[in-house]
């Protein structure tokens, strides 16, 4: 745990996990710099509670019983952001891209033309407003890395047209009237907005479609199963990446496409795989030329559909300070006072 020393006797599964400022870890002498630099610890314990019910979680924030409020539901933060003793601001300059993954094995998104006509509908928007609510907080990205970020070229994003119409004539041409199960995960209120959204479009579209709600543990083993829809298995989920999940192809998992040796979803595509293995090896000055193939290619096949980015307020009391700027949340640094 590095300056911290995880306390195992304390930790509840499911529910609490306790630190300890480790008097025996000796940081470097500089400055810190997000997981790099000096990691001061300036207090003695950490405590993380697990709170799932978000209205729970803010009457805690506001009544001082927590300090920290790491992922507060973003329809309740503007109650939060009136409160005098609350900083609300984003502790991430990026955030999160928020992806629908297709299940490539099983009907009916094991055929190409389905996923494009998906991809062709998808107005970022839509889930943009629906997932935050805040313009100031989001945009859009047709980009399948973080717009902003080195590796985004956006190169073959233009079939991302939200041209619902063109969209629904192609789903017809190829769809053959197979159930669509998408799980979702209430216990995050960001990634079951986007399956909502989801759900409306495609039953607008004319597919015959199911939301399936459950837990968050529940849904990460449900999109385990290659079993059809019948047997218990999916056809879209929504996932959320952070800037250091996706920083280029050799993190990026949801461009892998080595078939049932991938992540969840199972796309097989010689040619990205090829692409990535250019990339690795390509000297530095040569990796952007490939990374807009490896775009270009996504787009064509679609493994996902990127959804837009946002960024994640933290909402912490005033009396916390000096938290890093991070794509993930980071104890070291901060003060209580």
């Known amino acids: ?41 300036y207090v003695d ?67 190409l033309e389905m996923r494009r006509a998906i991809q062709m509908a998808v107005n970022q928007v839509d889930y943009l407003q629906a997932q935050v609510g805040m313009p100031d907080l989001y945009k859009e990205c047709r980009s399948t890395f973080f717009c902003g970020t080195t590796m985004s070229t956006g190169a073959g994003s233009e079939v991302m047209a939200a041209n619902f119409e063109k969209a629904k004539a192609l789903l017809k041409s190829s769809y053959k009237g197979e159930k669509v199960a998408i799980p ?7 990634l079951h907005a986007a399956s909502l959204v989801t759900e409306d479009l495609l039953k607008r579209m004319g597919v015959n479609v199911e939301l399936q709600a459950m837990d968050l543990g529940t849904f990460y083993k449900r999109r385990t199963s290659m079993e059809p829809v019948d047997k218990g ?10 800037v250091t999940d996706i920083l280029d192809p050799s993190t990026h998992l949801g461009l892998r496409a080595n078939g049932k040796q991938t992540w969840p979803g199972w796309p097989t595509d010689p040619v990205i795989e090829q692409l990535r293995d250019e990339w690795m090896t390509a000297d530095p000055q040569d990796q952007g030329a490939i990374v807009r193939k490896i775009e270009a290619r996504a787009f064509e096949t679609v493994p996902f559909v990127p959804l837009g980015q946002f960024q994640t307020p933290s909402a912490r009391r005033r009396t916390v300070t ?16």
């Open 1 to 41: 745990s590095g300056p911290f020393r995880f306390l195992a006797d304390e930790w509840v599964p499911g529910s609490r996990a306790v630190y300890a400022k480790f008097d025996g870890y000796v940081p470097r002498n500089e400055a810190p710099d997000c997981t790099s630099g000096g990691k001061m610890v």
């Open 45 to 111: 314990r950490l405590e993380w509670h697990v709170i799932p019910d978000a209205a729970t979680a803010t009457a805690a924030l506001q009544r001082g019983e927590v300090d920290w409020y790491h992922g507060p539901d973003l329809t309740l933060l503007p109650l939060l952001s009136q409160d005098p003793a609350i900083n609300t601001e984003a502790y991430d300059d990026l955030g999160y891209m928020t992806i629908l993954r297709f299940n490539h094995l099983q009907p009916p998104f094991d055929r």
């Open 184 to 190: 979702t995960a209430t216990d995050l209120s960001w």
């Open 233 to 242: 298995g999916w056809s879209i989920f929504h996932a959320g990446f952070s």
């Open 322 to 337: 000096g938290m890093l700027k991070a794509p993930l949340p980071l104890a070291w640094n901060i003060k209580l006072g």
